[in-house]
C-alpha cells in the first residue's frame, strides 16, 4: 500500500488511539491511497507507529472489500493484496491483549 499526499491542513484536533493515548494530528491532507487499486480521499494524518491506518469511514466511502477468511483486501475493482498477519501485544492501561495488523 502507498499514499499520496497533497498539501496539508494544519490542524490542533488530536487522536484517541486504542490504548488511549494522544497521537497529535499533523493535519488533514487529500490523499490518493493505493492498496491493488488506487482512490483520492481525504485523511487526517497522525503521529502514529504504523505508516497507515485506515478507517470504517475510509473503507466504507471507498467500497473496500475485506475477506478475512483469505486475508486479503481490495480496492474498488483492483486486485486483491495479501495483508499482513496478526500480532498480538498488550495495551499500556488495561494490560489486556490487543490484536495489530502489521505491514
Do not use: N, Y
Not at 497533497?6 to 484517541?16: D, I, K, M, N, Y
Not at 486504542?18 to 491511497?33: F, I, N, R, Y
Not at 494490560?95 to 502489521?102: A, D, E, K
Amino acid at each position: 500500500m502507498w499514499c499520496q499526499a497533497g498539501p496539508r491542513e494544519p490542524t490542533a484536533v488530536q487522536l484517541r488511539t486504542v490504548t488511549g493515548e494522544l497521537a497529535p494530528l499533523v493535519g488533514k491532507s487529500m490523499l490518493t491511497v493505493s492498496v491493488g487499486g488506487a482512490v483520492r480521499h481525504p485523511v487526517w494524518i497522525a503521529a502514529v507507529q504504523e505508516p497507515c491506518i485506515l478507517g470504517l469511514d475510509f473503507l466504507k466511502a471507498t467500497g473496500c472489500q475485506l475477506d478475512l477468511k483469505r486475508g486479503t483486501v481490495r480496492l474498488q475493482e483492483g486486485p486483491a493484496v495479501k495483508m499482513a498477519p496478526v500480532i498480538t501485544s498488550t495495551t499500556p492501561l488495561s494490560g489486556s491483549p490487543t490484536l495489530q495488523w502489521h505491514g
